[in-house]
């Protein structure tokens, strides 16, 4: 699905553009791809049994799996980062905050494959990122921002294209149709400091917020984090 010039939304069990197991939903992430002329960007990149899919998705664009670069991971969890071990058989590189190079290299419940009934398979992240740390991937400056309490190492990450500020805020928001939050059953999951995440995340003015599941937000996105600050304001105090 093409969401602006050269963005596509390639994977995602909630609004059917991949599909994991039957009656199974959450169980595969969004994923998105950026393309660029030196190359392509992917987000998040599924829980690596949908990786055939995400390919044949970025197929019908014309969008080559051999041209994926690098891939920026929002967080640990099995239907982010599940297929990141098969990605590093094919020379993609990894970009992740410290957090979620740490759980993805262990593979243990950070990644909750408990959840999911697999096993995570861990692989090594090639670059690690910091809260506020510009980056410049393939001609595209990106921001970093950290906004764990779903789990620690949640990351958001952005970006300007084609005159819009887009957000990848991977589960830092939930989408309308799973309430405001990302699951709460992580083991690293933190009411506290993802209330103050969401007081900072509140803060920021973006055209697009594409989430880790579920609706893309394309009008003020900012409204949508503030209604989840407010509902966690009122349930977690």
Not at 38 to 48: A, P, S
Not at 62 to 73: A, F, K, T, V
Not at 201 to 217: E, N, S
């Amino acid at each position: 699905m093409q969401i602006l010039k050269n963005l596509y939304q390639v994977g995602g069990d909630l609004n059917g553009i991949t599909f994991d197991q039957p009656g199974a939903l959450w169980n595969d992430a969004n994923s998105y791809v950026l393309k660029t002329p030196e190359g392509l960007i992917l987000f998040d990149c599924g829980c690596g049994d949908t990786l055939d899919q995400l390919f044949a998705n970025m197929w019908y664009w014309d969008l080559s799996p051999d041209e994926i670069r690098y891939c920026i991971l929002t967080h640990a969890h099995l239907d982010h980062a599940g297929g990141g071990h098969l990605l590093k058989e094919r020379g993609v590189k990894f970009i992740a905050i410290g957090e979620t190079a740490e759980a993805v290299a262990s593979g243990d419940e950070r990644c909750c494959g408990f959840l999911y009934h697999k096993t995570f398979q861990p692989f090594t992240v090639d670059q690690i990122v910091v809260d506020g740390q510009r980056i410049e991937l393939l001609g595209v400056e990106m921001e970093v921002m950290h906004l764990p309490g779903h789990s620690m190492g949640c990351t958001a990450f952005l970006f300007n294209w084609e005159r819009k500020r887009v957000v990848i805020s991977g589960d830092v928001i939930g989408t309308l149709l799973s309430g405001d939050f990302g699951w709460s059953g992580s083991i690293d999951f933190n009411k506290k400091i993802y209330t103050e995440s969401l007081r900072r995340f509140a803060k920021v003015d973006t055209d697009l917020m594409l989430p880790g599941h579920g609706m893309i937000y394309f009008h003020n996105p900012r409204r949508r984090v503030e209604e989840a600050f407010n509902s966690a304001l009122m349930q977690w105090r």
